[in-house]
């Protein structure tokens, strides 16, 4: 089940399942054991909506009673991108659903004062220019990393539709990265009501990076 927004640019992914993993990530008595295999979790789920349009080619194959034409992936393989660090924890769930993708990293982290994002580490593989690119990150606040994400990706050559997944977005975020680059599309799990006076998402998931890896 998905929901569009944003004339289309907002892919919703609602379905019950999602909804309901998402819940228990929120909620602050979750451990970071669960909390890892939730993000995972709910990766694949929007990676399965993120990778609905890819192409598809015939193939012929024989199964054990007879030859038949089947389909398998065709065109431009992926690249899936975390941006650093949350970003990690979103990989394996990709990858469990597209187990040949490459992926490239993109090192960022927010000044706390003035809420802008510092790039710090970038590895993207040669070709990323050919490749269909999925950016991933827990969460969209202000859209400053995804932004920058995007720009960097754009001198890096990708022309095409970039790709974004998110498990919780603020409206502030989305219409800030809509309106830096509009050849993107998002997913989300999540719309929130909006960000603090420090920036942070509302209810949100606290410090997603903190939770995934345990630090406090």
Request: charged share 25%; proline share 6%; with cysteine.
């Amino acid at each position: 089940m998905t929901t569009e927004l944003y004339d289309g640019k907002v892919i919703l992914v609602d379905h019950p399942m999602v909804q309901h993993k998402l819940s228990i990530l929120r909620c602050k008595e979750t451990s970071s054991k669960q909390f890892r295999e939730l993000v995972r979790e709910l990766a694949l789920f929007e990676g399965y909506e993120a990778t609905r349009d890819l192409p598809l080619s015939p193939v012929e194959i024989e199964t054990p009673l007879q030859k038949m034409t089947a389909y398998e992936l065709g065109g431009k393989k992926c690249v899936i991108v975390p941006i650093l660090r949350a970003g990690l924890g979103m990989v394996d769930g990709v990858l469990d659903l597209i187990p040949a993708a490459r992926v490239g990293h993109l090192g960022m982290y927010r000044n706390e004062e003035t809420h802008e994002p510092v790039p710090y580490y970038a590895k993207l593989p040669t070709d990323v220019a050919n490749r269909i690119v999925i950016v991933v990150d827990p969460m969209l606040a202000t859209g400053g990393s995804a932004i920058a994400a995007v720009q960097y990706l754009r001198k890096a050559g990708v022309t095409d539709t970039i790709k974004l997944m998110f498990m919780v977005a603020a409206p502030e975020g989305i219409e800030a990265l809509l309106a830096a680059d509009d050849n993107v599309q998002i997913y989300v799990c999540a719309v929130d009501d909006g960000l603090n006076e420090n920036a942070y998402i509302l209810p949100g998931l606290g410090d997603a990076g903190d939770r995934i890896f345990g630090i406090k």
